[in-house]
Antibody, heavy 117, light 110 residues
Framework: QVQLEQSGPGLVKSSETLSLTCGVSGDSIRSYWWSWIRQPPGKGLEWIGF???????KYNPSLRGRVTFSIDTSTHRFFLVLRSVSAADTALYYC???????????WGQGTMVTVSS | VVTQSPDFLAVSLGERTTINCRSSQSVFYKSNKKNYLAWYQQKPGQPPRLLIY???IRESGVPDRFSGSGSGTDFTLTISTLQAEDVAVYYCQQYYDSPPTFGQGTKVQL
């Protein structure tokens, strides 16, 4: 059974960098695309982008220039880095299985990230 | 853009519940005859759970009281007889176009 385990700090200062990790177990990280999705408090869901095992990425234009994904197939983990954060980046961040043309059937537990001033 | 209606729904136990989702463009892909539309259920403190994909295919383990229908731009999620555990927020998602986008959510409460 595929599981996604998220880790990373829950508090980031404004203008600094947010970094999150997602570990994949129960399936090969090479078999699928992997995405990040976020949900601001009390709001809806926003797809941030995806990464494939070969390092191919695509990002939501709304975040282009500030976000970078990476992947380490040897440790079955993929990563999100979001630079120059502001209060608007305060959200619950999820790692999920699937790419831009997929329904998302496996979700991590979520990491609440608060950007403080 | 994907728009759901209504935003809120108050339903009695055992009642039939219908949530609508409209896409600003067709999500039907002619080459494979599939509608790129999914439905999710989110309960408080939990990540969303995939209920329906390809507009009408139930995900494994999802109770058969949940069904999806529609094609092109207009879709419906139906809960045939509402159970207490179905109280949640429901989202539709189009994955025909990039970036994939979600509706604003429909909150179902008793």
């Amino acid at each position: 059974q595929v599981q996604l385990e998220q880790s990373g700090p829950g508090l980031v200062k404004s203008s600094e960098t947010l970094s999150l990790t997602c570990g994949v177990s129960g399936d090969s990280i090479r078999s699928y695309w992997w995405s990040w999705i976020r949900q601001p408090p009390g709001k809806g869901l926003e797809w941030i982008g995806f990464i494939y095992h070969d390092g191919n990425t695509k990002y939501n234009p709304s975040l282009r220039g500030r976000v970078t994904f990476s992947i380490d197939t040897s440790t079955h983990r993929f990563f999100l880095v979001l630079r120059s954060v502001s209060a608007a980046d305060t959200a619950l961040y999820y790692c999920v299985r699937g790419g831009e043309f997929d329904a998302f059937n496996i979700w991590g537990q979520g990491t609440m990230v608060t950007v403080s001033s | 853009v994907v728009t759901q209606s209504p935003d809120f729904l108050a339903v009695s136990l055992g009642e039939r519940t219908t949530i609508n989702c409209r896409s600003s463009q067709s999500v039907f892909y002619k080459s494979n005859k599939k509608n790129y539309l999914a439905w999710y259920q989110q309960k408080p403190g939990q990540p969303p759970r995939l209920l329906i994909y390809w507009a009408s295919i139930r995900e494994s383990g999802v109770p058969d009281r949940f069904s999806g229908s529609g094609s092109g731009t207009d879709f419906t999620l139906t809960i045939s007889t509402l159970q207490a555990e179905d109280v949640a927020v429901y989202y539709c998602q189009q994955y025909y176009d990039s970036p994939p986008t979600f509706g604003q959510g429909t909150k179902v409460q008793l």
